[in-house]
């Protein structure tokens, strides 16, 4: 079970599937033969430099700050051997907990914010800094910001279930080198309750890392989420019947350095909690990890501007069309953040400025467009009344990017008459076509004859399909602006049609 974050004791819980809200699911498996490594007796991957500094959580956030601001951080820097002491190699955790708390104090799930790195990747803390009035509740506004966040996305989530030793042994794995011989290890994500538990703060006993707090007994209440970045075989627990149970993880939290009860932001916890028969409703041994992704440019991006007083009114699809003249799309998609979210505000934030500039990533669907020469494409704003009062606002722009051919120059696409198109209530409809749909056009002639009546050569018109129709006139009344139209050979072959 994945326990949803609170500081005021009301964690919830949601199981954890194969597959959820569409992300792939990895139960990890170790390239290795089970149990052929011979595994060092301690690691510790917060001493890396992919790992970041450890910090104080805002609000109730520590779900993203277990899941992004820790474990994808350290994940992308081990992928691309970077340095997380600056904020161009760290992850916002307040990006994506900004976008999931519904505009309150409230807490989340680890997979949300692994969800939106898997669509529209994550922004770092250079394009999305801490704030310092985190009620604000801020979304990111500028389409170079989402951009360059489109670099940085998750592939899938991996699924660790920890309940005797076996799996134990398998956990320690991924920590250490993830079955590969010179491989780095990787951290996980895990809930616990927080409120109530007891920690033994001057631990002196065996250890390799030494850290001088020990978890001793589980809260009873509340939801939080933690980072487990390695584990120390030696050290020693007493357990509540006298006996010492050896071995203990090393967790981080986003309690910042100076918490009391830890030791520099960090604890043991000892095994023996994860294996031992109890109610797992305070502790999952369900972990979490990550697998990310980097990719310099994206395939196809939709940049949409707009200005908007109350963002959860909004959301979004966009898709594609094969046909130049269709106004609908054959296939569109849900876009998985601005989902009728982010609260009663202007699409800023509480306090902020109404206008809003974003991009979303098409690139998971571009193959749906490999065997389309010129694609049609969409975008549609959903606008239905979500919060006290129904909000008002404009398109501003529309366009969409194709790096496909050519990565660093994109071919552009840009809608031509939509600024300031009022949004309305329910569906607005805005599509590009990659070629303008066939117009019909006419040079000045003379239609009439001497009576007044049309003559007698057929007008030939280039349909929407392409093809021909030869039109002729006839019985034109000038008084009741009346004239008879007669088709003398139409597309499907048929002639003199009244």
């Known amino acids: 079970m994945i326990l949803l974050c609170s500081l005021n004791g009301t964690g919830q819980s949601l199981p954890i599937t194969r597959n959820v809200n569409g992300i792939e699911a990895v139960i990890w498996k170790s390239p290795a033969a089970s149990g052929s ?13 992919h790992f970041p500094p450890i910090f104080n959580q805002i609000g109730g956030s520590c779900a993203q700050a277990s899941s992004i601001g820790y474990m994808f951080t350290y994940e992308m820097n081990a992928l691309l051997d970077r340095d997380a002491s600056i904020p161009e190699n760290r992850f ?3 990006y994506t907990w900004n ?7 409230e807490g989340s799930f680890q997979f949300d914010g692994i969800q939106i790195s898997t669509s529209n990747g994550i922004m770092t803390e250079a394009d999305f800094p801490e704030q310092t009035s985190y009620l604000r509740f801020k979304w990111a506004s500028g389409f170079d910001k989402y951009l360059r966040a489109m670099k940085y996305k998750g592939d899938k989530f991996v699924n660790l279930d ?31 309750q927080a409120t109530g538990w007891k920690f033994n703060t001057s631990y002196s006993g065996p250890s390799e890392t030494g850290y001088k707090c020990v978890l001793t007994k589980l809260a009873h209440d509340g939801g939080h989420a933690m980072t487990i970045v390695g584990y120390d075989d030696l050290v020693e627990f007493e357990r509540p019947d006298g006996k010492i149970s050896k071995g203990a993880f090393i967790v981080v939290n986003s309690y910042g350095t100076d918490y009391w009860y830890h030791d520099n932001g960090r604890y043991y916890l000892p095994y023996w909690f994860f294996i031992s028969e109890h109610d797992h409703s305070n502790l999952s ?16 991006v939709f940049k949409v501007a707009l200005d908007y007083t109350s963002r959860d009114d909004l959301s979004f699809r ?6 130049s003249t269709d106004t609908v799309a054959e296939i569109d998609y849900r876009f998985s953040i601005f989902d009728h979210q982010g609260g009663d505000y202007p699409m800023q934030g509480n306090g902020g400025l109404s206008y809003f500039e974003f991009g979303m990533d098409f690139s998971n669907y571009a193959y749906r467009i490999e065997d389309i020469e010129n694609p049609n494409w969409f975008i549609t704003v959903v606008r239905a009344q979500k919060g006290s009062k129904m909000g008002e606002g404009v398109m501003k722009a529309f366009e969409v990017y194709d790096y496909r051919i050519d990565p660093t120059n994109p071919k552009k696409y840009v809608h031509k008459t939509i600024k300031d198109t009022t949004i309305e209530r329910g569906e607005n409809i805005f599509n590009i076509p990659s070629v303008e749909p066939p117009q019909t056009s006419f040079s000045k002639i003379e239609w009439l004859n001497k009576s007044k009546q049309p003559i007698a050569s057929p007008y030939v018109f280039r349909t929407a399909d392409g093809k021909y129709a030869k039109v002729r006139f006839s019985e034109y009344d000038r008084e009741s602006g009346t004239i008879k139209i007669k088709y003398v050979y139409a597309p499907d072959g048929s002639t003199n049609i009244e």
């Open 162 to 192: 920890i309940t005797d030793t076996t799996s134990l042994y398998t956990i320690k794995e991924y920590l250490y080198n993830k079955g590969e011989n010179g491989k780095k290890g990787g951290v996980l994500t895990f809930s616990s």
């Open 92 to 94: 916002s955790y307040l």
């Open 285 to 300: 041994n369900s972990l979490l990890g990550v697998v990310p992704k980097y990719k310099e440019h994206p395939e196809v």
């Open 99 to 105: 976008l999931v708390n519904g505009g309150n104090d």
């Open 37 to 49: 490594q011979s595994l060092p007796s301690s690691i510790d991957n917060s001493k890396s430099i």
């Open 318 to 323: 966009y898709g594609i069309s094969s046909k």
